[in-house]
Structure formats: structure tokens, C-alpha cells
């Protein structure tokens, strides 16, 4: 209906509208794209003072150098970083998926004393933000002996990922009908049968927007990793790159090609699963 | 990126919820639930809730790790943190770093999602590029702004100074420096707001559009009748997301100013962090996280308070 009317609309609509779609498509792609095209620049050009919009000279150095990283000491660390972000990344994924579908068919399915209290100790504990907690969460971890090592991380990604993801498959497991798993049990399914084989499969949509939430999550959490990695071979991807950037901040181009390294998963995985994501990284906003 | 919604849908849905249990519990109670549920309850416990008592009992302390021994202290902690000047200024700073963010991504946002449910030739197109930057992770968009702001080599320094012409070093400027980082935020932050409109406005049945139309309604009263009040939803949403990320946002101040200069653009999370792994005042940043954390509750209440009537009306 309003599309029609548009279509109809005068010139000076439409010339309005376009300059408007630019606008906003300038303000929200800009940085993106400057720091693209910067890491795409030579060391020289970075430090033109009037600055260049175009590269006078394309090049793939900044990446080159980023990767053998000479001015870390020619160790190659973005590769060690990257590697120890899927490190860390990928088990927290898997274990918020299994821990929190676990928990929300608990919730979906049975009835227990405390119930109430219980699901209540899980949500609210998201309205605690992470930075009041580093100073008591690290003090725990060295306590626990695990102050620079990936478990550390990886268990704690998990905890921040769980109230929300347990939230979500709640709501997953109760729109699956009960009737299905009972019929299995009938058959002489147990419980955990009937969880693992039926009502899991029946769930892989919320599996998939729940994994999608847990590793973007723990792909670009900087603050706990930056307190609890002090080694350089440990650190994942958003800490070297903010290492980087305190250190070494005239690189831009540099700086910009490891950005970029940081962003291909995500872009990766953007074009996977564009349907989950909406729903994955909304956090369940949207009316369904 | 951690949206506490839940908590709002759960306090929606409690009260219905208890009932119903009560009276079932009485009939079946099956306690085969807690060993489904007990890993989650466990970990979250173990790292959130015990963290937290561990901060309480710590602002009660001088612990520091620069003098050995812990001691009791009572609430003097708390005093010399209420009366500390930089304190102040970081709270200062975090209300303003709150409630304009807020309000500007809510505007900005808001103004885009509006403009985008219009339906034109492409915007499709940009709502999908319009994703990227509350995709992307929070330390890129710390970077590549910062990037932009290099008082030397950034773009946006340059275009700045050749407008005004003369040196204005962005990042030093001691006025400026918090509205800037706040430009970051909104950037960041409105694409969610705009999302979140969009799929509002898009959710409203079309018949409510027709029937308008045969009553004879032109477009502005559509607009003001019928698109308005069903913004309620996607507001109070925004709000609760929106305020409780800025909450939880470290990141994209320190990588950019790390709080400088001096303590201009501080706010309470990177004071925590400054105080506890910088100075090595264990005691006093435990003893700004609870401050934090009132600071956190009275907001919460203050939302609850504010939007009693949509709450209730929902």
C-alpha cells in the first residue's frame, strides 16, 4: 500500500528520500569502510597529511606484515591469536548450547520445588554488568589456578551466555509438543532419551540462534580476556588487537588489516546464517 | 552484547506462572528437573552470584596489593571512595555516557527505522548493511573511530581542522572528548534501535492501515493514530537493551582514551578497572563496583517506575 503510493510519489520524494538513504548509509558505513580501505594502503600513504580517499598505490603489505608480525618480534602472532580465539570461542559455544538446552528443557518440561526461584536466580543475573565483576571474577580465577589459561575464559563466556541462551531455548522446548515425547517414552524411551532424541532435533533452530549468540559473544569479549591473559602466546584476537592499537598506533593500516582478520568469522558466518541471526543477535527482541 | 530481556518477559509472565505451579506441584512434582537444570544454575552461581558476594565482602576491606594483609575497615572504603574527586567525575560521566547515549541512539535509531519501514527502492538493501556495525565486535568500532580521530592522520581531525582552520586535537580536548566517544556509542547502538522499530512498525496488522483509509485518514494521521502507539513496545524494548549494553560497555573508552585526558572521558567501569589493575586498590574498586551496582538497582527501579503503565497495559 504506502510502497505504491511512493512509486507515484513526486520527483522531489524521491530525490528526498535518496539523499536521505545516503546519509544514513554514509554515517553508518563509513568507519567500516575507511579502515578497509586503509589497510589496503602502503605505510607511506598512511602518513600523507592531507588524507588520501583512494589508495594511490594498492597493496596487500599491511597484511603481509601483520601476519609475520615483525614489530611483535617476527613470532606471527595474528595466527596464534586467531587460533586461540577459536580456542576459546568454540568449546564456550558448544558448552553454552548443551548447557543451556539442557537447563531450559528442565524448565520447559518439569515441575519442581523452587522452580520459580531458580529460574529467577539465572535471569537476573544478567542485569549484573561485567565490569563491576572483574576485580571479584579475577580474584576467583587466580584462587581456582586457572589465571592465564583458555578454561578460564571459556567457562566464564559461558556463564554470561547461559541466562540469556537458557531464556531462549525455554521458549524453544515449550513449542514443541509434549504428546511427541511421550508417545517415545510409551515406547520405552527414557527421559534423556526422548531429550536427546527428540526433542533436541525438533529444537535445532533455537540450537543454531543459541550458538550464534555464544560465539559472537565470546569471539569479541575484550574486557576478560584482557585482565585474565597476560602471556602473549595466550591472548585472542580482540586483545592483541587492542595491545596493538595502545602500542603501535600509527600503523592504521596495519591496525586495519588485523581488524579486518577479526571481522571475517563473523562476516563468515553472516552469510551462512542470515535467517538466525536476526533472531541471535536481536537477543529475542522481536515480536514473534 | 548481552540482552537482559528475559527478565522483563519472566516478570511478565511470573505471576500467572506461580499460580499454575502451586496447584500442579501439589498434583505431580517431578524431581528429575534439577539434574536437567543443575549444570546452569551451578556455573552461573559459581561465576556470577559468588563473584558478586566476594565484591561485598571485599568493599568492606583496605585490601590493596600493594600493602600485605586484609583489613577490616568497615564502611571507610566507601567514604574515601564517596569523597574522591575523580569518582565523582567518572559518575558524572557515566550518568551523561547513560542518558544521552540512550536518548541519542533511541532518536537516531528511531528517525532510521521510521524512514526505512517506508519500503523504497532498496531498503531492503540497507537494513542488512545497517547490521554491521552492532555485529561487529565493540573493540572494531573503538578502533576504527579512534582511526578516524587521530589528531594527526584521522579524516575526520582533518576535515574538522580545515573547516575551522585551526589545530583542534579532538582526542585532548578536554569539553569534547566524552561527546565524541558518545558518537562511537550512538553509531554503534542505533542500528538496534532502528531494528527494532523497523520490525515494530512492520508488525502492525495492515487492516488497521485500510480500515484508516476507507475512514478517510491521509498519511500524517495514520502516522500519528495508528504507527505511534504501536511504537510503545519497540521503545521500552530499545530503552532496556540499549542502557543496560552502555552499562556493561568498557571497551570502546578504553581502547580510545583509555579515560584521558586525565580523567575527562573516566567512566565508573574503566575507574574499576584503573583502580584494581593499575593501583592495585583491591578494596576501593570493590568498593565502587557496589556503588555501581546501587547505581544499577536505583536505574532498574527507575524503569520499572516509568513504564508502569505500558508494563501493565502489556
Known sequence: MVKKRLKKGSFIQRVMIAVIAAVICGFILFPIAWLLITSFKSSAE???????????????????????????????????????????????????TLISSLAGYGFARFKFPGWVILLMIILISQMFPGPALLIPISELISAMGLYNTHLALI??????????????SIGNFRSIPEELEYAAMVDGCSRIGSFFRIALP?????????????????????????????????????????????????AFNEVGAATI???IPIFVLFLLAQKYFMKGILGGALKE | MCPPLSFWWAHRRFRRIKIRRYFSLKKKSNLGGYLF??????????????????????????????????????????????????????????????????????????GIGIFLSIGFKGSKTISALILLPW???????????????????????????????????????????????????????????????????????????????V?????????????????SYPLIIGTLLISLFILKDFTIVWVTTQGGPVHYSEILPTYIYRLGFYNWEVGKAAATSMLYFIFILSLSLAYLFVFRKVWRGT
Open chain 1, 46 to 96: 598512511v602518513f600523507r597529511i592531507p588524507p588520501t580517499f583512494w589508495p594511490h598505490e594498492f597493496t596487500f603489505e599491511p597484511y603481509i606484515k601483520t601476519w609475520q608480525g615483525k614489530h611483535l618480534g617476527g613470532a606471527s602472532p595474528w595466527g596464534i591469536f586467531v587460533l586461540n580465539s577459536f580456542k576459546v570461542s568454540l568449546p564456550a559455544t558448544f558448552l553454552t
Open chain 1, 155 to 168: 567457562l566464564l563466556y559461558t556463564s554470561f551466555a547461559v541466562p540469556f541462551t537458557t531464556w531462549l
Open chain 2, 215 to 231: 475512514d478517510g485518514a491521509d498519511s500524517y494521521q495514520k502516522f500519528r493514530y495508528i504507527t505511534i502507539p504501536h511504537l
Open chain 1, 261 to 263: 582478520v577479526l571481522a
Open chain 2, 135 to 213: 555485529l561487529l565486535p565493540n573493540i572494531i568500532a573503538a578502533v576504527s573511530w579512534k582511526w578516524m580521530y587521530h589528531p594527526d592522520l584521522g579524516v575526520i581531525s582533518f576535515l574538522i581542522e580545515s573547516l575551522a582552520g585551526k589545530e583542534i586535537r579532538l582526542l585532548s580536548n578536554v569539553n569534547l572528548v566524552l561527546w565524541l566517544l558518545l558518537i562511537i556509542l550512538v553509531w554503534r547502538l542505533a542500528p538496534l534501535a532502528s531494528l527494532l522499530f523497523l520490525s515494530g512498525i512492520q508488525s502492525i496488522p495492515k487492516e488497521l492501515f485500510e480500515a484508516a483509509e
Open chain 1, 202 to 250: 525438533l529444537s535445532r533452530i533455537g540450537l543454531i540462534t543459541t550458538a550464534i549468540f555464544a560465539f559472537l559473544m565470546s569471539w569479541s569479549e575484550y574486557p576478560f580476556a584482557l585482565i585474565l591473559l597476560e602471556r602473549n602466546e595466550l591472548k585472542t584476537v580482540p586483545v592483541g588487537l587492542g595491545d596493538y592499537v595502545q602500542e603501535f598506533n600509527i
Open chain 2, 37 to 110: 537444570i543443575s549444570s546452569a544454575v551451578a556455573i552461573v552461581v559459581l561465576f556470577i552470584f559468588y563473584p558478586l558476594f566476594v565484591s561485598i565482602k571485599l568493599s568492606f576491606t583496605s585490601k590493596s596489593f600493594l600493602i600485605p594483609g586484609t583489613e577490616f575497615v568497615g564502611l571507610e572504603t566507601y567514604k574515601e571512595v564517596i569523597l574522591d574527586e575523580v569518582f565523582r567525575l567518572s559518575l558524572k560521566n557515566s550518568i551523561k555516557w547513560i542518558v544521552f547515549g540512550t536518548l541519542l541512539s533511541l532518536g537516531i535509531g528511531g
